[in-house]
């Protein structure tokens, strides 16, 4: 088996809410906008849901038309392209996370420049999933059957097709025709990078050549609702302030949704074609906190993280992309694992979410473009909303055990920009991380 290989990313796509395309997205991700408003879905909920905000994307977007089974019933029985991109029999085996994922995949295929030969080759591979299941699908099929009485058929052929865990990466697969892998990496929040962290393993080693990866979050009231029910969605401010990493007023994550996609290649045979190459992967590094606990953050557990993600390559990078949710404990146990292991100056923090929110199965690369971006533009976007960093300890410091920093969040204001800033970015890392325990870290550089 071959080891060692570099592996790029030369291309890059995906679907951003309130942008009209990628352009757009960074744009507004550079001039410190915030995507964030009221979600009208889930304001006419009224009292049954406490947060009203999200980083949303309708489903006549970006170019796509729904076709309603029945007239003035939400649910979508397929789509309409109609910038023509996508054939009537590929959407019919999509949900709209599925949707979004072909069109990036297509603009990723489009500016690696690979050709019709390459795309289809058995060398090429597409490792790309959601963090939830097809929700939308399901709600109304199983409101058709137990609620309304109606026959399985009224379900339609394309429920299972529709809403099955790995249909982002089935449908890319049949829309391009490619011969290698298709496979799908679900980690809960950590999906978008895992899956890009995998497919950078499946060229490192020589198993593929090429390889479309990312992570998708498709526009669903129910995972919405999810969240809400947890307390855990940041709600008493006004949208575009709602999203708080870091900050001292912080109460909860704004849910999101969007999708990601990128395309790798090995290195060199990227150069050798003259490839724009946007980033050379350095290293990928995942593992799990390994203390039985569904949610909560573990400092040894991210700690472990970076010495794994060290132990191989050299690892001093001038950003460090975080998860950064802007949920209570989260956040400043990240930080503190992050200064803990690179000292207190000569890198800065990014927390897109601040701008976007937690677009969660999509979160980590739809935040991998945001650095890819960072590494185009040097710059790093601020972090909206990190007004007030506590002045004193948090709660988990005072704890008896506790191994961190004794420093409080406000001592580290200068790492966390508060709006653009203009730097030589030549390495970023970064984090995702999700429930059950699962860590993930990637590293990537300029191809100087």
Aim: proline fraction near 3%; aromatic fraction near 8%.
């Amino acid at each position: 088996m071959v080891t060692g290989r570099k592996v790029a990313v030369v291309g890059m796509g995906g679907s951003f809410p309130d942008c009209a395309d990628i352009n757009e997205f960074d744009q507004k991700i550079f001039s410190g906008q915030s995507l964030i408003r009221e979600w009208s879905k889930a304001a006419e909920r009224d009292k049954q849901i406490r947060s009203k905000v999200a980083g949303y994307i309708n489903d006549n977007d970006l170019g796509i038309e729904p076709i309603y089974l029945v007239e003035g019933y939400d649910w979508p029985e397929t789509f309409i392209d109609t910038r023509g991109r996508i054939p009537d029999i590929n959407l019919s085996t999509a949900d709209l996370g599925c949707v979004w994922a072909m069109n990036g995949a297509l603009d990723s295929i489009e500016m690696a420049g690979w050709t019709k030969e390459e795309t289809q080759s058995e060398m090429t591979g597409v490792v790309v999933a959601s963090g939830g299941g097809g929700n939308v699908i399901m709600r109304n099929a199983w409101h058709a059957f137990f609620e309304l009485g109606k026959k399985s058929r009224q379900a339609g052929s394309h429920m299972v097709d529709r809403a099955m865990s790995y249909r982002e990466a089935a449908n890319i697969s049949c829309l391009i025709k490619n011969r290698g892998v298709c496979e799908s990496i679900i980690s809960a929040c950590a999906t978008g990078l895992g899956n890009i962290g995998y497919a950078y393993r499946l060229i490192k080693f020589g198993l593929q050549d090429r390889a479309i990866a990312g992570g998708v979050e498709g526009t669903s009231l129910e995972t919405f609702i999810g969240f809400d029910a947890m307390q855990v969605l940041s709600k008493g401010f006004a949208p575009a302030e709602s999203s708080r990493p870091f900050d001292i007023k912080r109460n909860g994550f704004v849910c999101s949704f969007g999708a990601g996609i990128v395309a790798l290649e090995e290195y060199e045979m990227a150069k050798a074609r003259g490839a724009n190459i946007l980033a050379v992967i350095d290293e990928y590094f995942n593992n799990s906190d390994g203390d039985g606990d569904m949610f909560y953050p573990s400092y040894n557990g991210q700690i472990r993280m970076w010495k794994g993600l060290s132990a191989n390559a050299h690892i001093k990078p001038d950003v460090v992309k975080v998860h950064g949710t802007a949920t209570p404990v989260g956040d400043i146990l990240e930080l503190i694992s992050v200064v803990d292991t690179l000292g207190e100056e000569g890198y800065h923090v990014s927390a897109p979410k601040s701008q976007f929110g937690h677009m969660l199965g999509a979160a980590g690369s739809v935040e991998f473009i945001v650095a890819l971006l960072m590494l185009k533009n040097q710059q790093v976007p601020g972090c909206l909303n990190s007004d007030t960093l506590n002045p004193e300890l948090e709660n988990f410091q005072k704890k008896e055990g506790w191994q961190g920093s004794m420093k409080p969040a406000a001592a580290y204001r200068h790492l966390i920009p508060q709006e653009t800033i203009s730097k030589e970015i030549n390495q970023v890392v970064c984090l995702n991380y999700g429930f059950g325990g699962t860590n993930s870290a990637m590293a990537i550089s300029r191809d100087i």
